[in-house]
């Protein structure tokens, strides 16, 4: 089901090439010569991420000038906020984390609906040089590594786009992000287990393999997970991971097959081929009674994405 639905998007996207966007066309162009620093610096709805910027030094580095034009995706203080992050927090933060996050946020080139036609999905050069976030355009608007953009505007030297949301840009693999969060206690169990003794073999997929390092050879290098937590479990009766240790390897693989599929699968992907509707979080797949919800989406991992979901896919 889950391949089923995957495919369905990717014939949607294909079918809207070149069709209107819903996205509003930016009429905040700027025709005088302001930055995009001095933009941010006096919008107070950008105070966290201005901080940031300052934190790292990146408003007095005039080298990085040379090579602009950039575009920014600044998440607004709600944003952060969400994150429970403040400025307090920031001017405390690690300046080498905090690079990491920042520079994610920072794309190379005039990116936006004015200057780039067109649907797209791809991988953008950003101020990491060791990272590559997902931009893609679609019907909906602009979205970066799955999240969001709200007002766009024009600049001397580039453009700011705000955002609702952090573009956390994921700094561990699929595996990692799965096990170590301890809502997923019992689908890291799940895939744990099919993985084969050491020194083994198996003909059958290893999912701990696949959300590690992919399968090379057969072309599968990234990955989205659907990510049912504990609670998902605890209401089709699973009460721990005991539970899913009594289950056949055979009921365990296919009921991690239909929460994985090859590629990169945002939000916004699923927006277009209306699996999800803007606004809801609501997951229209699988043959549950009740569709499952998302309840925290576009989680990045360095080899995927995974969304955390409140139901286990029913065949």
């Known amino acids: 089901m889950c391949t089923k639905i995957h495919y369905v998007i990717a014939v949607s996207i ?22 995009c620093m001095a933009y941010m610096a006096a919008d107070p709805a950008l105070s966290c991420f201005y901080a940031a910027l300052r934190r790292i030094a990146l408003d007095q580095d005039t080298a990085y000038l040379q090579h ?18 403040n400025i307090a927090n920031i001017s405390a933060m690690d300046k080498k984390t905090l690079k990491k996050i920042i520079y994610g946020h920072i794309l190379t080139g005039r990116l936006g609906s004015a200057t780039v036609a067109g649907f797209y999905k791809l991988q953008a050069r950003c101020l990491d040089t060791t990272f590559r976030p997902i931009l893609s355009r679609n019907y909906y608007g602009l979205f970066l590594n799955g999240n969001s953009t709200a007002l766009s505007t024009d600049l001397g030297d580039g453009i700011v786009h705000k955002m609702d949301h952090i573009a956390w840009p994921g700094t561990v693999t699929l595996w990692q992000t799965i096990k170590e969060n301890k809502a997923l206690t019992m689908l890291t169990a799940a895939i744990a ?47 721990d991971v005991a539970a899913i240790e009594q289950l056949s390897l055979q009921d365990v693989r296919n009921l991690l097959n239909r929460h994985i599929v090859r ?10 081929s209306g699996v999800l509707e803007w606004g809801s979080p609501v997951l229209k797949t699988g043959g549950n ?17 995974a969304h955390l979901i409140d139901q286990v896919i029913l065949p």
């Open 193 to 239: 287990r099919t993985a084969p003794p050491p020194g083994q073999t198996s003909p059958q997929l290893n999912y701990q393999e696949i959300l590690e390092s992919g399968l090379p050879q057969a072309g599968w290098l990234t990955s989205t997970m659907l990510c049912p937590t504990d609670e998902a479990f605890h209401t089709l009766g699973y009460r």
């Open 68 to 85: 602009g034009p950039f575009s920014f995706f600044a998440p607004t203080d709600a944003a952060f906020a969400q994150a429970g992050i």
């Open 289 to 305: 009674i009740i569709y499952p919800k998302i309840v925290q989406a576009n989680i990045k991992a360095t080899n995927g994405v």
């Open 263 to 272: 590629d990169y699968y945002f939000t916004a992907d699923y927006l277009m």
């Open 14 to 35: 294909s079918l809207l090439l070149g069709a209107c966007s819903k996205e509003p066309v930016n009429q905040s162009v700027n025709t005088s010569k302001e930055t």
